[in-house]
């Protein structure tokens, strides 16, 4: 029952992620006059939804989270345009992140653990969001960077009274020193090349959640592999040098949810492997 309204919810959050990356970016895209104009259209809260192509409004069986995408093949009923598979693609994502999240759930079902349970669903929709931003426009944009900081901020003091354990926050803290401090050097000495301002404030983002250095360290470690995996074969056709600058963010988000929800046990594995032999 619980897995069903998590699948559920998640088809639901992941098709809102959508809409909220593409509204998101069109508001960026616009300036002056048409802006105002649009501002309206394209709110998150006001905005009926609508087609990106003809913008048709869109009816309740258009707005069926993966569904509708197959019952239409893929294409707008209104102008017969191909959406993107990226939409079902990202609802089923959503939707599997909650399951699996749930499935891994490392902490127990206290008023409390339902809490930090609470908040990571709302993490993992916004994790999804700036995903897909970054992935189609290599930006982390601070709309969704800046609400997830407040969110994480308040779990971790929530989670530090509730525990009647002030060392949580102070963890809390020193994650977000390691991850954004070293992230804020290297973006200081590389003038930005290597790595975004976006990827500095979602450092603070994922310190406030995994807590404490060692965490932050499997963070940067878990990334860096996946990262490497999913740049050598580039590499090695030379199609691009290392000096193309790969989107860490997702390789970043990524890494958080292994590490919050395997935090435990990987950091026993790390700790084995390349510290105590
Ligand atoms: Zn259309």
Redesign the pocket.
Known sequence: MIILVLVLLGLCLGSFVNALVWRLHEQDKLTGKKAKRAAKELSISQGRSM??????QLGFWDLLPVASWLGLRGK??????SISWQYPLVEVLTAAMFVFSYAFWPHSWTTLGVFQFAVWLVIVVGFMALTVYDARWQILPDRIVYPLMVVAAINALVVSVLSEDPMHLVYALVGVACLAGLFYAIFQVSGGKWIGGGDVKLGVVIGLLVTGPVNAILVLFVASVLGLLVALPDVFRKKSGLSKRIAFGPFLMVATVFVVLFGADLADWYTRQFLLL
């Open positions: 087609c990106p192509d003809c913008r048709h707008c009923r209104y102008c017969h345009h």
